[in-house]
């Protein structure tokens, strides 16, 4: 059975499921394509009747991109059309508890380690950089730069610690 939400006025840029909640997903989502307008970020409940709205927040830009933490269930990081990396908490009904803005264009990609070894975040951007941050997003731990395009993707290995691909308009993969 297909169980469907709907977002009035937004568009859908990227889903991701709880790691602790099966049941959960997180869905970062903008107006107007992304073009202009603002975004929300939507934690959502599958239930047996549907799909169940949690909570949403409103930020002033498009948001593309949306990971969980693999070290606790309420915290999740969005990317933002502002450059910016947003750390929220699905326990908290108000504002995020850090925002951080050090790209100077579009954050497309947001990534969290996946091994619980380390407790890393990873960000891409349309300008051709990715950062690794500290969950506490104070400031980016790392820039690297080398892709000539703009990252569309930046995903973590779940295999090796410390290691990442990200993937740019170039034409590239890059690890």
Request: with cysteine; hydrophobic share 35%.
């Amino acid at each position: 059975m297909e169980k469907v939400f709907r977002s009035a006025g937004r568009h859908g840029y990227a889903v991701e499921v709880s790691p602790f909640f099966p049941h959960r997903v997180a869905c970062a989502a903008a107006q107007h394509y992304g073009i202009a307008g603002c975004g929300t970020l939507l934690v959502l409940d599958q239930t047996e009747t549907g799909v169940t709205l949690v909570r949403s927040w409103q930020w002033g830009d498009g948001l593309f991109d949306v990971s969980w933490s693999e070290v606790n269930e309420h915290l999740l990081v969005a990317g933002g059309g502002d450059g910016s990396l947003q750390l929220w908490d699905s326990a908290n009904h108000s504002a995020p508890l850090r925002a951080a803005k050090e790209h100077t264009q579009e954050v497309y990609s947001v990534d969290w380690s996946q091994t619980r070894g380390e407790n890393l975040i990873v960000s891409g951007s349309w300008d051709q950089t990715a950062k690794v941050w500290d969950p506490s997003l104070s400031q980016s731990v790392s820039t690297l730069r080398g892709h000539e395009g703009v990252i569309y993707s930046t995903v973590w290995s779940p295999h090796i610690p410390g290691c990442f691909a990200s993937a740019s308009g170039e034409k590239t993969v890059k690890v």
